[in-house]
């Protein structure tokens, strides 16, 4: 990226393109299911079920008293938000992936507060599951912060000991 506002562009790109799929995914699934109702797209592995998630990721914190929950779960996004903000101004603006990654995880965790703020809960609708055996429902939001974090993990675990190798033979 040349321009030093390259980095700001995609970061708003990204969280435009996020929020309003997820925004409109979440409306176009409220619109034509009844709550806990749901549509079978591929037998014994994913169907649109739509639910309200009063927790965190996978429900945690749904049992938490109402005058408590909401206020800490919105709490801990800001927060977090504001970590990832900080950490992406401080990026190099050549390390594409790491950017891509936080500008992911921030989308999604926007997504989700917008759903908090605006209903006291989350709405989720995308369920994948092997007949029983079934992984939590999920959205756009939540797909976004897992490619974020995947891509994270890829950037800190295996290209950066890389440069960090190739930076130490260059000096040697």
Do not use: C
Not at 67 to 93: C, D, N, Q, T, W
Not at 110 to 118: I, K, P, S, T, Y
Not at 142 to 163: F, Q
């Amino acid at each position: 990226m040349k321009s030093p506002w390259a980095k700001y562009l995609l970061f708003g790109l990204v969280n435009l393109f996020v929020v309003a799929a997820d925004q409109w995914s979440k409306l176009v699934v409220e619109r034509h299911l009844f709550l806990n109702e749901f549509i079978t797209i591929v037998p014994n592995f994913f169907d649109i079920r739509y639910i309200r998630n009063t927790g965190a990721a996978f429900g945690i914190m749904s049992r938490l008293p109402d005058g408590a929950r909401l206020p800490f779960l919105i709490g801990v996004s800001l927060i977090a938000m504001g970590l990832i903000f900080f950490l992406f101004v401080k990026a190099e603006k050549e390390r594409l992936v790491y950017l891509l990654s936080l500008s992911l995880v921030f989308a999604g965790a926007v997504g989700n507060l917008v759903d908090r703020v605006m209903f006291g809960e989350v709405r989720d609708f995308l369920h994948l599951h092997i007949y029983s055996l079934s992984w939590p429902i999920f959205n756009v939001a939540d797909s976004a912060i897992t490619v974020g974090i995947v891509l994270l993990a890829w950037e800190l675990l295996i290209v950066e000991p890389r440069l960090d190798k190739a930076r130490e033979a260059k000096k040697a």
